[in-house]
């Protein structure tokens, strides 16, 4: 493809030939005689000409399939510039914004003279970059002192929360990596164990192994590092932390040596990959493997709560990881026990204005539930799910939804929150009530009519809302 660039600098001349060639055919015009002839000593294709003229197009014999470039540095003379290759027949037309402050309203002002352009602005195209690359040496500097301080411990524990998920196993394991150590130095532990087929699967798969511990042998290590939770999360049986690692909301009451919460990041394992790319770590193609599947799991496949450092970790990852054994890790997610639970709800389920309401009974493990929430919510016309189920005497409840629709966890803690635990986001929430604190609110309620009672305060809950803004307005 030909291009012709109309620079003004020597800056951005010698820089775009950099960049443009071989893979283009440029060639340069400049305004300023000297500058063309030193240009042209350094061996560019470059002329001297007056730009504002329609006729030095002509002479370059720009055609509609020519890329003209025109280097941008807020001079008044850049609408005429542009005239002029317009009229020469140019169409597909660049301009470099280069030191205009606030590109934006420069790329509406001729936007609205010549709609065909595109304005790319220096400063934002080198921006993502150098931040990533600045950005990087600031998380070096951290790791490095982490580093540093869990050196020479003997024992070091990576805790993670109740019945580990995949970002929390990747995260241990990715943590280890960046502390150097071997599986015998670092105890990656938790105090509840692993017990979601998934993530069973996902421990076999990948060999890795978990120890258990109580809250009370975690005084026994020399340095303690949490990783995807935070101490609170212990309820105040852990009370020393030497370094927490996490991406949900930070929480007050507890002092770690270092910490690195970052909670716009759609998983632990992305701040890990910043850590272990930060120090040029290897990355073993289980580890690799391991956060990639976190990666994935935690931001559902990028369609919650994941921004562009999740999207960056995930294909630097990638070409790292093994993708047949993430896949075999995913078909885990059905397995003739969760089909069961499947047909339950099927059969005692009621579907009104597209809310799917059932109740599972008594069941041996809490994740039937969320699994039948989120499978239901695949299932076409159907936009909101909420599936109950009693586990050791409580009653667990979990709400999904498309995640445009009313918040769930609002809806949890409008009914549930006075007797029980309830909370959650816009599109998935949570509810867990002591059976006898349920009875003494709602009643004693069988089956069919605890189903017909939650879609009842759905579809209320569905209908009431008024968005706050509109009740104001009436004065
Ligand atoms: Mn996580």
């Given amino acids: 493809m030909r291009c012709l660039a109309v620079c003004q600098t020597e800056l951005v001349t010698r820089m775009l030939d950099e960049i443009l060639l071989p893979s283009f055919q440029v060639d340069f015009l400049v305004e300023s005689k000297p500058l063309a002839r030193r240009l042209h000593d350094a061996g560019m294709n470059v002329t001297a000409a007056d730009p504002r003229r329609t006729d030095t197009y002509l002479k370059a014999d720009v055609t509609p399939g ?6 941008d540095n807020g001079r008044r003379s850049l609408k005429k510039i542009l005239e002029s290759v317009r009229d020469a027949g140019g169409t597909l037309i660049y301009v470099l914004g280069v030191g205009i402050s606030d590109f934006r309203a420069r790329e509406e002002e001729l936007k609205s003279r010549f709609p065909e352009l595109s304005y790319l602005a220096l400063s934002e195209l080198f921006g993502g970059p150098l931040l990533t690359e600045f950005s990087r040496s600031i998380t070096r500097l951290k790791v490095q002192q982490y580093q540093r301080f869990f050196n020479d411990a003997d024992r070091v524990l990576i805790l993670m929360h109740n019945d580990p998920d995949p970002d929390a196993l990747a995260s241990a394991l990715a943590l280890r990596n960046v502390l150097r150590r071997t599986k015998q130095t670092a105890i990656i532990a938790a105090v ?9 699967r996902m421990i076999n798969l990948l060999d890795l192994h978990v120890d258990l511990i109580t809250p009370e042998q975690v005084a026994e290590y020399d340095r303690v590092a949490m990783v995807d939770v935070q101490p609170h999360y212990f309820g105040g049986a852990i009370d020393r932390v030497d370094l ?15 910490k690195d919460i970052r909670t716009d990041y759609g998983s632990t394992s992305t701040i890990l990959s910043e850590h272990l790319r930060a120090v040029d770590a ?4 289980r580890t690799a493997t391991a956060m990639l599947y976190a990666i994935k799991s935690d931001t559902l496949f990028f369609n919650r709560q994941a921004n562009r450092v999740d999207i960056e970790a995930f294909s630097y990852l990638y070409p790292l990881a093994d993708a047949a054994l993430i896949r075999k890790m995913e078909g885990a997610e059905i397995t003739m026990e969760r089909l069961e639970y499947v047909l339950k709800a099927k059969q005692h389920g009621r579907m009104v204005e597209q809310v799917f309401c059932t109740f599972l009974g008594t069941s041996p493990r809490e994740d039937f539930i969320p699994y039948v929430a989120d499978f239901y919510l695949q299932l076409e016309n159907v936009k909101w799910t909420i599936v109950s ?14 995640g445009y629709s009313r918040n769930a966890g609002e809806f949890v803690r409008k009914y549930f929150a006075d007797i029980g635990s309830a909370g959650g986001h816009r599109a998935m929430a949570k509810a867990v009530v002591p059976l006898n604190a349920f009875r003494d609110k709602f009643g004693n309620l069988q089956a069919d009519g605890f189903t017909e009672r939650v879609l009842a305060m759905a579809i209320e809950f569905l209908h009431e809302h008024q968005p706050p803004e509109k009740k104001l307005v009436k004065v």
């Avoid at 927490?244 to 270092?258: L, T």
């Fill in 66 to 71: 020519t890329c003209v470039i025109v280097e």
């Fill in 389 to 402: 189920g009693i586990v050791n005497d409580a009653l667990i409840m979990s709400v999904r939804n498309l």
């Fill in 282 to 285: 290897n990355i073993s193609e």
């Fill in 244 to 258: 927490v690692i996490d991406h949900h909301p930070e929480q007050p009451g507890y002092s770690a040596v270092f």
């Fill in 192 to 200: 509840g164990g692993v017990t979601r087929p998934e993530n069973v």
